[in-house]
């Protein structure tokens, strides 16, 4: 396969946006690039008592609006570009959905799967202590990503308060409930992504009968539970995760799957389902697809072969701008990474509100909300398709970057 490079891809993304709303060369150099780098090793040290050197990254790409958020990832093939393009794609995201946020990226290149508990918490702990000036409720607000999760958080949290010796749980979100973590953050993702399929579903007069998930992560996982639970229908017919994928057309059971994938780690072996690779399950023909892995998925050399009718993108940067229009040709309704997968930073947002003043809502009202603001969004997105006739995620690209421009101006940066 073709690799890309996700910062190119993400660049020529606002780009795009900036020659459409016809923005001047200074805002469009600043919204081309990050407005703070940081780059800095950890030494941690091991189970085997050695120390290992550790490379790590935080990028705050814009914070016009706000202070900046995104999440931290430990993975392998990070790169400083990874984490830029991240990074930018955190930036329209808060943008299209309105909320008062920047966007932000961090990560660690290491290996989580091949690493102790102990480790994992030496090496959040270390993240920590190499940026804690850099972040705070009024400058940037990490939270999970690929490979990290609410005891991640509460580790961090842990060591950013016994750095300044204060209590201030906001400073990172999706931490667990019983230190300052709020109600329906762990399935905002996909509530939010599922939410986004419904209003698509209504404007655009499809049907959500069958679907497949590219990828089974907490993004994954979720959305495979909560797609009837919204939808009042659906059909699971294919999975796959980095290990391996799994088909029956007469229908998967979700719950019985995630009971599966947390007890042994993957899909495949799942009773009664054929194998199946990850490739075919993006060309299966469903009516919605989620892809929930990693960058690239959709690329110029599958795209002509998807045949879903809605592509609900939770994953970020899932699809390059080359399969973009032949998506778009083909007349696939893609609902854009930045709307489609944006429900885990408004909640987020909605735990940061709560934290500042320690009064914690309902669940019923975290849904609702996330409910009025995701539509809200996808209204204005759809509005944007139609009257400028723009394929999906140049019209997000295009709110995005527009509000961001906008407060850069205000601000008398550009
Ligand atoms: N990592 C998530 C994302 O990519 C959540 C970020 C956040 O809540 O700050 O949207």
Not at 125 to 138: A, D, H, W
Not at 269 to 277: D, V
Request: aromatic share 8%; proline share 5%.
């Amino acid at each position: 396969m073709k690799s890309y490079n996700s910062f190119e891809v993400a660049q020529k993304q606002v780009l795009e946006a900036a020659q459409h709303l016809r923005l001047d060369k200074p805002t469009i150099e600043l919204l081309t690039h990050p407005q703070k780098e940081f780059t800095f090793t950890m030494p941690i040290r091991m189970d085997d008592k050695k120390v290992r050197i550790f490379h790590g990254y935080r990028i705050q790409y814009n914070y016009a609006r706000g202070p900046a958020k995104g999440g931290i990832r430990f993975h392998m093939d990070e790169t400083i570009d990874t984490i830029r393009a991240l990074a930018s794609w955190m930036t329209w995201k808060t943008a299209v959905v309105d909320l008062p946020l920047g966007g932000a990226k961090g990560g660690v290149v290491c290996d989580p799967k091949n690493m102790s508990e102990i480790e994992l918490e030496n090496i959040a702990r270390g993240y920590i202590r190499s940026i804690s000036e850099l972040i705070g409720i009024t400058k940037d607000i990490p939270a999970p990503d690929v490979y990290t999760n609410p005891q991640t958080m509460a580790w961090m949290m842990d060591e950013y308060e016994t750095i300044t010796r204060q209590h201030m749980p906001g400073v990172l979100t999706d931490k667990p409930q019983q230190i300052g973590g709020t109600e329906g953050r762990r399935d905002a993702t996909a509530r939010g992504g599922v939410y986004c399929v419904r209003e698509a579903c209504k404007y655009y007069n499809l049907k959500p009968s069958t679907f497949a998930i590219q990828g089974f992560g907490n993004a994954g996982q979720r959305a495979a539970l909560l797609h009837n639970e919204i939808l009042g229908e659906g059909k699971l017919v294919a999975v796959c995760d980095s290990k391996g994928g799994i088909y029956n057309p007469n229908g998967i059971n979700p719950k019985e799957l995630v009971v599966y994938k947390l007890q042994t780690g993957k899909v495949v072996g799942f009773p009664g389902c054929e194998p199946i690779t990850s490739e075919e399950v993006l060309k299966l023909k469903v009516d919605v697809l989620y892809p929930a892995a990693l960058e690239n998925a959709i690329n110029e050399e599958n795209a002509e072969s998807i045949n879903a009718s809605i592509i609900c993108e939770l994953a970020n940067g899932p699809t390059t701008p080359e399969a973009d229009l032949i998506l778009f040709e083909k007349g696939i309704k893609v609902i854009p990474d930045i709307l489609a997968s944006a429900g885990g930073v408004i909640v987020s947002y909605f735990e940061m509100v709560q934290d500042s003043y320690s009064y914690f809502w309902e669940e019923s009202e975290v849904h609702h909300k996330l409910d009025f603001k995701i539509s809200k969004a996808y209204k204005t997105v759809y509005e944007a398709i139609k009257e400028k006739k723009l394929h999906p995620r140049l019209a997000a690209m295009v709110v995005g970057v527009a509000r961001v421009a906008e407060a850069s101006k205000l601000r008398g940066w550009v």
